[in-house]
């Protein structure tokens, strides 16, 4: 029984400190949007929530942030503390089907590397966090921005996509 209680604990620990690791990292990746980016605060959404409608139900989602230019999701950003190849295809699905429109820009990021998605044209490129967009790169990029919905026959398998990563973001200590 001790050994059960002592895997328990070492479980809880293990996952407390994953936890501490990826607000540091979300620590990080808010501080290069504001200072060195140039984003305003007010476009730089922390934690925004969606409801996705599935088929036969609907739940609400998170991202860490989601970049506002105007009234229009420029870039949604996933941290996470490990692999970030594991979080890819989450992203790219996030952006294409949690708004009426496809986020032309996803990224995925440790707070030192980045996956860096153009959602639209479905290209990434792998490199540093401090090469994702500026404020005035995106806001010369929203210029032409028209928005795009996710194709019709893609969309309800883009939110079971979402919705089956949901599941495995839980974390079992708050």
Known sequence: MEDREKIIKEKIK???????????IK??????????KKFKSSEVLVDPNFIIKLTECETNV???FLIKIGSDGFMVIKC???????WER?????????????I?????????????INVLKRTSNYESINNIFSREQAVEIMKTFQKIPCPANRAEKEKRIIYAFEGIKCPTVK
């Open 80 to 86: 996470s503390s490990s692999a970030i190849e594991s």
């Open 62 to 64: 998170s991202i860490d």
């Open 27 to 36: 620590q990080i990746v808010w501080e290069i949007l504001i200072f060195d």
């Open 14 to 24: 293990s996952e407390e400190e994953d936890i501490l690791r990826l607000q540091g």
């Open 104 to 116: 032309p820009y996803a990224v995925v990021t440790d707070g030192k590397d980045a996956k860096i």
């Open 90 to 102: 989450y992203i790219m699905a996030f952006a294409r089907a949690v708004l009426d429109y496809q």
